[in-house]
Structure formats: structure tokens, C-alpha cells
């Protein structure tokens, strides 16, 4: 089944301990929301000027939205 000999004893070591739910892959990483994600008011209004202005660019949009009292970074723009 193309398995190392230490593979097949950790999934048979798994599915021992955790039964099938111990066969499924398990992604290693952050779960959930990041935490530096913008909130969905700043998302919509991002994407609404974008929409409105689809030549305007990550740094010129974060400055428009500034004026309109909306604090996001331009990498924060670009990022959504």
C-alpha cells in the first residue's frame, strides 16, 4: 500500500485509539478566524469602493476610506 513500516504503526496506533475518526488526515495550523482579519463592515466597505472605483489601488483605497472614518492599512486592502 506504498506505507513506511513507523506509517502503518502510527494509523494502526490511530484508529486503536480513536477509532475511523483516527484515520482522517488532520491539518496541522491555526483553526478558526486569523486574528488580524478585518471586520465585515470594513470588508463591504472595501468591496464596495472597489466596485465603485475598480481602478484604485490597495493604498488609494485605504485613503479614501480613511476619509470616510474607516481605519484599515493597505495591506489590509490588498489582503481582502
Not at 25 to 35: E, F, S, T, V
Not at 47 to 52: I, S, T, V
Not at 60 to 76: D, H, K, W
Request: net charge positive.
Amino acid at each position: 500500500m506504498d506505507y513506511s513500516r513507523q506509517q502503518f504503526y502510527e494509523i494502526r496506533r490511530n484508529y486503536q485509539t480513536f477509532g475511523s475518526d483516527g484515520l482522517v488526515d488532520k491539518l496541522p495550523g491555526p483553526r478558526g478566524p486569523h486574528r488580524n482579519c478585518v471586520s465585515e463592515e470594513i470588508k463591504t466597505a472595501i468591496l464596495e469602493h472597489r466596485l465603485a472605483f475598480p481602478t484604485h489601488g490597495p493604498v488609494r483605497v485605504a485613503q479614501e476610506l480613511a476619509l470616510r472614518g474607516i481605519q484599515v492599512s493597505s495591506t489590509g486592502v490588498r489582503g481582502v
